[in-house]
């Protein structure tokens, strides 16, 4: 745990090392995303997730894009339950290393009210987790007003506070962007919860851009 702790805290301090030799785009993107989770083993276990980010782009001296910073709020509820079930805050910095990989690392805080281990007990809880993201993508179609985009996404989820990996979730799917402004996508995704049970899910989202 003291090196995973030792590796974030230098990657983040890393970042901000730059500053002699780069500068912040002063309009960051704002992104609001909106997804619906339907659960395929469990009744209970459909969500409704809102995030709302904003990424600021790091310049070089020419002004390209280094890497980004994207501050972001997260809520998730539980349909069947009617329970706000997660709310996260963090910052992720991330970067296109080609147009085709992505690579991001978060660190959030979180509060949680989760069924992770009985089908009826709700676990209350407070956390601190980091989030590693690595995604593909692959352009399946693109025209003046329309791009499709096919994508294989990983995210592993590591918990300070229990020292330990707590979920490695797998995401397949495409992605539809109608301008600069909205994005629609479908995908299936496996969550391995590490210690406690695995889930399958049909997502669909809405993603506004602005």
Partial sequence: MK????ILIGLFLLCFVFTAFAAWDKKPQIR????????????????YINRLSAAFDYLNKIEKPLFKVTPFFEIRR??????????ELGVEISKDIFPWLYLGE?????????????????EKRRYAESETRVLFSHNLLESR????????????????NRGAGVR???????KVSAGKHA??????????????????NIEAGLTLIF
Avoid: C, P, T
Wanted: aromatic share 18%.
């Fill in 3 to 6: 090196i995973k702790n030792s």
């Fill in 32 to 47: 609001w995303e909106q997804l619906y989770r339907y659960d395929l083993r469990r009744d209970e276990q459909d969500l």
């Fill in 78 to 87: 539980n349909i069947g339950r009617d329970l706000w079930e997660r709310k």
């Fill in 106 to 122: 978060a660190i959030q805080q979180g509060w949680m009210k989760e069924d992770y281990r009985y089908d009826y007990d709700v």
């Fill in 145 to 160: 007003y329309l791009e499709i985009k096919g994508f294989v996404l990983n995210e592993y989820s590591y918990d300070f």
């Fill in 168 to 174: 490695n979730e797998v995401a397949m799917g495409i």
């Fill in 183 to 200: 994005e629609v996508d479908i995908h299936w995704r496996h969550i391995d919860r590490i210690h406690y049970f695995d889930s399958d």
